[in-house]
């Protein structure tokens, strides 16, 4: 089985949010797949179909190993099972990168699921924000939703995920990795 989690807040009021990426991408997933993640359990919004699990945690951003470890432990994951997908102000806008394992980054919601998984070797996939202007705070910023202008961007972004989440899921991590990171 392959799990997938997006990173991201509940609620409206940041659905279109750049810290939100990673729920757009589950979500968008779950359409390819034809399944709805309509499930409510482990503090997570979740789907089954086949072998994939998509898995949105309901916690907050910086509370996600709180409903990730426990999916992972109830369904006897490995680590190389489980993909994370969020948000990352390093990388640019329209740009992503797939990684099998790191730190945090400084990430609160990465961080919460090594620290409570006790462990950080397993694949990821970030998706480029871009950086905040220097007068701007961090906060505001991944909590803002995309320009207008920025819109187009990350919707070609997110297909390009999407289609290396399917990779990852068929063909492995290596040809995932081999194939996207190159289009960075």
């Given at each position: 089985?392959?799990?997938?989690?997006?990173?991201?807040?509940?609620?409206?009021?940041?659905?279109?949010?750049?810290?939100?990426?990673?729920?757009?991408?589950?979500?968008?997933?779950?359409?390819?797949?034809e399944t709805d993640i309509i499930n409510l359990k482990f503090k997570s919004l979740y789907t089954k179909k086949g072998e994939i699990l998509l898995v949105k945690p309901q916690t907050y951003m910086n509370l996600s190993g709180e409903a990730v470890v426990p999916f992972y432990n109830y369904f006897k994951l490995e680590s190389q099972d489980l993909m994370v997908v969020y948000d990352d102000m390093?990388?640019?806008?329209?740009?992503?990168?797939?990684?099998?394992?790191?730190?945090?980054?400084?990430?609160?919601?990465?961080?919460?699921?090594?620290?409570?998984?006790?462990?950080?070797?397993?694949?990821?996939?970030?998706?480029g924000v871009g950086r905040p202007n220097p007068t701007q705070e961090v906060v505001d910023y991944v909590l803002r939703i995309f320009e207008r202008d920025e819109i187009p961007i990350i919707s070609e972004t997110l297909k390009e995920v999407l289609d290396a989440l399917e990779t990852w899921t068929k063909d492995g991590l290596d040809l995932a990795m081999n194939k996207y990171n190159q289009r960075a």
């Open positions: 089985m392959k799990m997938i989690v997006g990173l991201g807040n509940p609620g409206p009021r940041y659905q279109h949010t750049r810290h939100n990426v990673g729920f757009m991408a589950v979500d968008g997933f779950a359409r390819r797949l390093d990388i640019p806008l329209g740009q992503m990168r797939i990684k099998p394992k790191g730190s945090s980054g400084g990430h609160k919601g990465m961080e919460s699921i090594i620290t409570l998984l006790g462990r950080d070797d397993f694949p990821r996939l970030r998706i």
